[in-house]
């Protein structure tokens, strides 16, 4: 019930050909897994299209890491 109610109120950010470029130039400068990179990918891109504060969360030290660097 909760889920169906916030459901409405996620974006979803579809994979398309300019995420699937920048999570490869992801991986190979941050050595990312792929779909670590892709994530990344999409957090950048819709950051950059909302302009707005927008928190990237991973568990994956090496990706917080990677966002850091990209991010500042």
Do not use: M, P, Q
């Given at each position: 019930a909760i889920f169906e109610r916030d459901w409405k109120e996620i974006l979803i950010v579809g994979l398309n050909e300019e995420i699937s470029r920048l999570a490869g130039e992801l991986a190979e400068r941050y050595?990312?897994?792929?779909?670590?990179?892709?994530?990344?990918?999409?957090?950048?891109?819709?950051?950059?299209?909302?302009?707005?504060?927008?928190?990237?969360s991973s568990f994956d030290d090496r990706l917080n890491k990677a966002a850091e660097k990209e991010v500042s």
């Amino acid at each position: 019930a909760i889920f169906e109610r916030d459901w409405k109120e996620i974006l979803i950010v579809g994979l398309n050909e300019e995420i699937s470029r920048l999570a490869g130039e992801l991986a190979e400068r941050y050595i990312l897994r792929g779909f670590d990179a892709i994530h990344f990918a999409s957090y950048l891109t819709f950051k950059r299209k909302v302009r707005a504060e927008v928190l990237f969360s991973s568990f994956d030290d090496r990706l917080n890491k990677a966002a850091e660097k990209e991010v500042s």
